[in-house]
């Protein structure tokens, strides 16, 4: 007991140096627990996410745009896979993890929820959502543990790619016809909110950040990030002369920040619990997915067999 005591502070000793946590350095119980939910659950936000965007590929409305959509698709699927190897490390495997989203216990995030209903969609995706995920993923890019950290770096390039032609979509429309500027306002409005609540409950209700802030996985709180968050999209918003949803959005000379209204945290735990727009159908989609994908993870493990026998022999 002593000893695991010394451990947990000699560990506390090393986050408080900055030093970088590796797979098989010794670590707490706990912490690889809660990375193990936090990656696991951004790995499966990461290929859920690639469904609202998914949509749309055969319905993009020229050539570069249906290029650029493909490969900002195929991106999230690729940070899905650095995500499970990071996820790997600590000692739970890829079936493991998956099994646990199938059952309902391991959780996605709650943007993906929601329809993409328009090809404005496509642009207050890339803006917002991918927007949001930049905030929070600087941020992580900086945490303690190095596989998980080292992930965020080469996520975030991509992310950035991924914004720009976001908004690039968005400021096209904006300053097209009026039928495509009522399209993108509307994008706005559904987005605005759900794209908030990306960045998880508030401080005062979120029960793993004390952990999690502790151990330097996260380095600043669900609140600041979302603050950061929302003062960077008010100016982008006004550059392109659209309207956030929010009637108590204001600027507030004391704190340099912008005031924003109440969010509907009914609404998040209920998406959360799985009872979002479009909860059953993501998941669906992900059971039929991996259901239909069976027979390449059979082949792969039988050619693996068969040339390890022939190494072995
Ligand atoms: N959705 O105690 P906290 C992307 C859960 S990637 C669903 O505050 P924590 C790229 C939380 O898990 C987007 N559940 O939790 C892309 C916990 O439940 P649990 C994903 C949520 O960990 C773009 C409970 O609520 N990014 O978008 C959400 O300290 C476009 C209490 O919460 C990441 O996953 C939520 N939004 O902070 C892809 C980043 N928020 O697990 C395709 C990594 C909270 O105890 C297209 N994760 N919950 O049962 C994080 O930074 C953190 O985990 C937070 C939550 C900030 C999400």
Redesign the pocket.
């Known amino acids: 007991m002593e000893d695991l005591a010394k451990l947990e502070q000699e560990f506390q000793a090393r986050i408080d140096r900055g030093e970088i946590i590796e797979p098989k350095d010794w670590m707490p119980e706990r912490y690889r627990k809660?990375l193990i939910?936090?990656?696991s659950?951004?790995a499966h936000?990461?290929v859920v996410?690639?469904l609202?965007?998914g949509n749309w590929i055969s319905r993009a409305p020229s050539l570069r745009r249906k290029k650029v959509l493909l490969a900002?698709v195929q991106d999230?699927a690729g940070?899905g896979l650095y995500l499970y190897c990071a996820a790997e490390t600590l000692g739970i495997s890829r079936d493991e993890m998956i099994d646990l989203l199938h059952q309902g216990k391991a959780?996605?995030?709650?943007?993906?929820n929601y329809p993409s209903l328009t090809w404005a969609d496509m642009g207050t995706?890339?803006w917002f959502?991918?927007g949001?995920?930049i905030v929070?993923?600087t941020m992580?890019a900086k945490g303690s543990y190095g596989p998980y950290a080292r992930a965020m770096i080469r996520i975030c390039k991509e992310?950035s790619f991924?914004k720009k032609q976001g908004y690039e979509i968005v400021a096209n429309m904006a300053k097209g016809t009026p039928a495509q500027r009522k399209m993108v306002q509307d994008a706005v409005n559904r987005w605005w909110w759900p794209s908030l609540?990306?960045?998880?409950?508030p401080d005062n209700?979120?029960?793993?950040?004390a952990e999690?802030l502790k151990w330097k996985v996260?380095k600043n709180t669900?609140d600041e990030?979302r603050q950061r968050f929302v003062n960077m999209t008010v100016k982008q918003a006004q550059a392109v002369k659209l309207t956030l949803p929010d009637p108590d959005l204001k600027y507030n000379e004391e704190t340099g920040n912008w005031d924003y209204g109440q969010i509907d945290w009914d609404e998040?735990w209920n998406?959360?619990k799985g009872n979002g727009p479009m909860n059953r159908e993501r998941m669906e989609a992900h059971r039929k997915a991996h259901d239909d994908g069976a027979w390449v993870r059979e082949a792969a493990r039988a050619y693996h067999a068969k040339k390890s026998g022939r190494n072995a022999a």
Do not use: C, T, W
């Not at 959780?107 to 993906?112: A, D, L, Q, R, T």
């Not at 209700?205 to 950040?209: E, Q, T």
């Open positions: 809660q939910r936090m990656i659950q951004h936000s990461e996410g690639m609202p965007e900002k999230e940070h959780k996605y995030s709650s943007i993906f995706i890339g959502v991918d949001a995920a929070n993923q992580l992310e991924h609540m990306m960045f998880g409950p209700n979120s029960p793993n950040s999690l996260k669900n990030l998040f998406v959360v």
